[in-house]
């Protein structure tokens, strides 16, 4: 099931305030990459259910309890910096009607694909860090989200796994 585009965790606002994004840029550019990183990263961690008694409690102004503190503390740090990862690829570019456009400025120079990738890793870094820290937490605090473990048939099972080395052959 996909989440719903309306919810975010976090907003552009608060994106903006904990990286490097300055308040310049289009909080309609920032979206997508919240949304995605939601939808492929978060849902993937909390599960189906989990995610949606969060998503619902902050559609409602009702979040609270061990639920604000487990968005607080764990879910919104690993959220600000898998959006990121999923913003920085495309943060140079415009896409409009007649094509795509790379944005240039007087006064500075446009950073190299393999900055751009430097600079995706040491988020992806950072969000794997967080990513830890939930992980853990969860695993002694499952008792506190019933919803956690309550996932079946379709539903995204949560990834309990913290190991981000990719495939060895």
Do not use: C
Not at 11 to 37: C, F, G, M, S
Not at 124 to 133: H, L, N, P, V
Request: aromatic share 14%.
């Amino acid at each position: 099931m996909a989440i719903q585009p309306e919810i975010l965790l976090i907003t552009e606002d608060y994106l903006k305030k904990y990286t490097a994004i300055t308040d310049a840029v289009d909080p309609n550019i920032i979206r997508p990459a919240i949304y995605l990183a939601q939808d492929k990263q978060i849902t993937n961690y909390l599960g189906t259910d989990l995610y949606n008694k969060i998503a619902t409690d902050i559609a409602a102004s009702s979040l609270s309890g061990d639920y604000l503190t487990l968005v607080n503390t764990y879910v919104q740090p690993m959220l600000i910096h898998y959006a990121m990862v999923d913003y920085l690829p495309f943060a140079a570019y415009t896409i409009k009607n007649s094509g795509i456009y790379k944005h240039t400025s007087e006064n500075s120079e446009t950073a190299t694909k393999e900055e751009v990738s430097y600079l995706v890793e040491k988020e992806r870094d950072i969000a794997e860090y967080y990513t830890r820290r939930f992980i853990d937490y969860m695993n002694f605090n499952q008792s506190s989200f019933p919803e956690y473990t309550s996932n079946t048939n379709d539903d995204i099972h949560p990834d309990h796994d913290a190991n981000f080395q990719g495939w060895h052959l």
